[in-house]
């Protein structure tokens, strides 16, 4: 039985953090995205920590702190959760409503613009925007998913009482129409990166199907998709443009500013 998400402030619970980001993540030894001891010191400063559990196991938890301007932004730094149980959009909502209680206006958060399931989870699902494109924003990374690829970094913007997240938090996905003129920036032809246009006021980004897998089996093409996505997409955002959606679960919908 699933319990419902809730804050957590035991070192046996932080433990059991570690362990979870450990089963999905793998990383080298050091490379951990979080330590029990860190958690502790955030939970107790009043940051959040909260997990999920599940048959008494834990199945997801999500760690944040207090970003700037002080008390409007709170900062998610890592969530994992167990894949295809709504675990991940249980935390989700659970963070917002701490977030309200504590007269928080905004959530944000940094996720890997290649992954589409996140891409569409964030923008769709959740009604978040991705306002900026961070290459290698973390650096070097060793764990199982990330290794062998550059950190790039779109940074999400979950504005907590905008119309688009109040639906999405009533399990109403934002998958907006595409106009008949919209360019395609990146397309995906055969499993690979294609430039197109981007000089049209709404312009498609394609990203890959399955990147992690990608960097196993095409480590060349995973390269080829990531300078892509950063040209074009990381492009069009410092020239002005913005995300308003994710269309089809397969690409980026980029409007230019009039």
């Known amino acids: 039985m699933t319990a419902a998400p809730r804050e957590l402030h035991?070192?046996?619970e932080f433990e059991d953090v570690y362990r979870l980001f450990d089963d999905i993540w793998h990383p080298e030894p050091g490379g951990a995205p979080i330590s029990v001891e860190l958690m502790r010191a955030l939970s107790?400063?009043?940051?959040?920590?909260?997990?999920v559990y599940e048959d008494g196991r834990l199945a997801g938890a999500s760690v944040g702190f207090?970003?700037?301007?002080?008390?409007?932004?709170?900062?998610?730094?890592v969530t994992g959760a167990a894949a295809g149980r709504g675990i991940?959009?249980?935390?989700?909502?659970?963070?917002?409503a701490w977030a309200l209680e504590r007269g928080i206006e905004r959530i944000t958060w940094t996720y890997d613009p290649l992954v589409r399931r996140n891409a569409y989870f964030n923008?769709?699902?959740?009604?978040?925007?991705?306002?900026?494109?961070?290459?290698?924003?973390?650096g070097v990374m060793e764990d199982a998913i990330n290794a062998g690829d550059e950190s790039d970094r779109m940074l999400a913007v979950w504005r907590l009482t905008d119309p688009l997240v109040l639906a999405a938090v009533r399990r109403e996905p934002y998958e907006p129409a595409?106009?008949?003129?919209?360019?395609?920036?990146?397309?995906?032809?055969?499993?690979?990166?294609?430039?197109?246009?981007?000089d049209a006021g709404t312009v498609l980004v394609a990203v890959p199907d399955d990147i992690e897998s990608l960097r196993r089996t095409d480590p060349g093409a995973a390269k080829a998709w990531r300078h892509a996505v950063r040209e074009v997409l990381g492009g069009l955002l410092e020239e002005g443009a913005?995300?308003?959606?994710?269309?089809?679960?397969?690409?980026?919908i980029v409007e230019r500013t009039v």
């Open 10 to 12: 035991s070192i046996q």
């Open 44 to 51: 107790h400063a009043g940051n959040y920590v909260a997990g």
């Open 66 to 77: 207090l970003g700037a301007p002080a008390g409007r932004v709170l900062h998610s730094h």
């Open 88 to 96: 991940g959009f249980a935390l989700k909502t659970h963070q917002r």
């Open 123 to 138: 923008l769709a699902k959740l009604g978040a925007r991705p306002e900026e494109y961070l290459p290698s924003f973390y």
């Open 178 to 198: 595409v106009p008949a003129d919209a360019a395609v920036g990146l397309a995906d032809v055969d499993g690979r990166p294609v430039l197109g246009r981007t």
């Open 242 to 252: 913005r995300i308003t959606g994710f269309h089809r679960r397969t690409c980026y």
